[in-house]
């Protein structure tokens, strides 16, 4: 007997592979009531406790978060401290320390996670795709040949190796010696 069978609808000797915490993301239930700084999860983290909201290092103006629903392992979030939901609101010293911490974390992630490469971006409003538009965020996502398989294509899911907490913690426990040798050789 295939072990597909074993689960509801019919039978078509597909396996399946379940992830049903995406079903957070996909109803919506991650995201903030409304556009206030006191329903934004990017405004909880900044107060809030490292390990339980996924901060992986903080700087003075800005702190560096693992995606809740990230399209790769390792995928991470520049966000400044202060509510602010468009790029060019951003102060000088809080453009400067995004701009620092996105490299760092290009530094850590490639050191403890070894990817080929790197996309990184902005979603400037819902329009352009950002999940919490009213809290500027930037995102760096590692990648590796081969990651763009057919999962998130054809069954928009993606397979994560590693739980969030692990990776938050692996990426946590490398940021200081990478950063490190960051300052060392400016």
């Known amino acids: 007997m295939n072990p597909a069978d074993d689960f509801a609808g019919d039978p078509d000797g597909l396996q399946r592979l379940w992830t049903p915490h995406r079903m957070a993301y996909i109803d919506g239930d ?23 909201h996924l901060v992986v ?10 995606n809740l629903f990230p399209y790769n392992s390792g995928h991470v979030l520049v966000c400044p401290n202060r509510h602010v939901a468009d790029y060019t609101d951003l102060t000088v010293p809080e453009r400067d320390e995004v701009a620092e911490l996105s490299q760092q974390a290009m530094l850590v992630v490639r050191a403890v996670l070894n990817p ?3 996309n990184l971006g902005m979603n400037q409003g819902d329009v352009a795709g ?56 400016s």
């Not at 903030?32 to 339980?52: H, K, L, R, T």
């Not at 990648?143 to 946590?172: C, E, H, Y």
């Open 116 to 118: 080929h490469g790197f």
């Open 57 to 66: 290092a903080r700087g003075s103006r800005a702190y560096v978060i693992l």
């Open 30 to 52: 991650a995201k903030p009531a409304d556009a206030s700084e006191n329903a934004c999860p990017f405004c909880a983290a900044v107060s809030g406790d490292d390990e339980s």
């Open 130 to 185: 950002a999940g919490i538009a009213a809290h500027l965020h930037q995102h760096i996502v590692p990648r590796w040949l081969g990651d763009a398989n057919f999962f998130p294509i054809v069954a928009q899911t993606k397979a994560m190796p590693q739980l969030l907490s692990q990776t938050r913690d692996r990426l946590a426990a490398a940021w200081p010696e990478q950063t490190t040798r960051t300052s060392e050789t």
